[in-house]
């Protein structure tokens, strides 16, 4: 296998008032062409720092240790300036962040947003990025999405502005999408309705997906393999059968069993 993302040894340090914060303290794991992998773990496991890292959106609080390594489609990631990556962003990797509400710019027609993606992007024809833009936002079920796309993020819902999100990210059909924790601000009919979106786009292109989830059912569901991070550090990587069948780490049993309602199936009545 080739991998389309290989994380190495990565280390993310965020420099606290009082102490350094050691978030991501050596992580390594590799995600294939078109594959869904599951980041769980506790609140502060450093799922959204490793996220960040890759995207090339860490704060400037944040720094990289020396000896991490991030590669993705043969190019070291950590050596991009970044023009090449802002190139990169949107167009290959794309994220789509947990608050779409926060995400979006306020004071632009969401179908303005979608459009700015094609057109950062090298395309030059704005009546043809529009089109674009108000083709995907009726693919991600925006409904009449072509009166919609003039809309303000404030004129709609919740869940319609996480389908804005997954539009402005799938737009340019990037090769890995990072979701983090992008329905958990919905409701739960919303929530399903979102990720099976996501699940279709992402196996008519082959997109690759890293999901960060809290969600158990969301991993038993939708994802091939799991990685298990707990105070900065993987503690477990496993298929999704394993993970559930026969978890090696015991942390990952303890996160399991705090979500028994989760894993198993409700009982009628
Ligand atoms: N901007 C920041 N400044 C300082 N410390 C931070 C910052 N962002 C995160 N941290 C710290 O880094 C660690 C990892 O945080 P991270 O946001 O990656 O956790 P997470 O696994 O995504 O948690 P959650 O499930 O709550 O989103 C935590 O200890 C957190 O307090
Ligand atoms: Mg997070």
């Known amino acids: 296998m080739t991998a389309l993302l290989e994380v190495e040894n990565l280390r993310v340090t965020y420099a606290g008032a009082q102490r350094d914060v050691a978030a991501v303290a050596g992580v390594s794991f590799a995600v294939a062409p078109g594959e869904v992998v599951a980041l769980v773990g506790e609140s502060g496991s450093g799922k959204t720092a490793t996220a960040l890292a890759i995207i090339g959106l860490l704060g ?29 962003r949107g167009r290959r990797i794309a994220m ?66 996480q389908r804005v999100m997954l539009a402005i990210a799938l737009l340019l059909k990037p090769s890995l999408v990072i979701a983090d924790e992008p329905t958990s601000a919905l409701d739960v009919t919303v929530q399903r309705q979102v990720l099976s979106l996501l699940l279709e786009l992402q196996r008519e292109s082959g997109t690759a997906v890293l999901m960060i989830t809290h969600d158990l059912g969301v991993v038993a569901e939708t994802c091939s393999r799991a990685l298990v991070m707990r105070r900065g550090e993987l503690v477990e990587s496993a298929t999704v059968d394993d993970l559930f069948h026969a978890p090696r780490h015991a942390y990952t049993r303890e996160l399991l069993a705090a979500m028994p309602r989760l894993a198993r199936p409700v009982p009628p009545g």
Do not use: C
């Open 60 to 88: 400037e609080s944040a720094r990289i240790e020396p000896g991490s390594a991030i590669r993705f489609e043969g190019r070291d990631l950590l050596r991009l300036g970044e023009p090449e990556f802002r190139d990169l």
């Open 96 to 161: 789509v962040f947990q608050d779409a509400g926060a995400a979006l710019n306020p004071v632009m027609r969401v179908g303005e947003q979608v459009a700015e993606a094609a057109l950062v992007h090298g395309e030059r024809d704005k009546a043809r990025a529009r089109a674009m833009a108000v083709a995907m936002l009726d693919r991600v079920g925006l409904p009449d999405a072509a009166r919609q796309a003039r809309a303000y993020p404030h004129e709609l819902s919740g869940g319609m502005k």
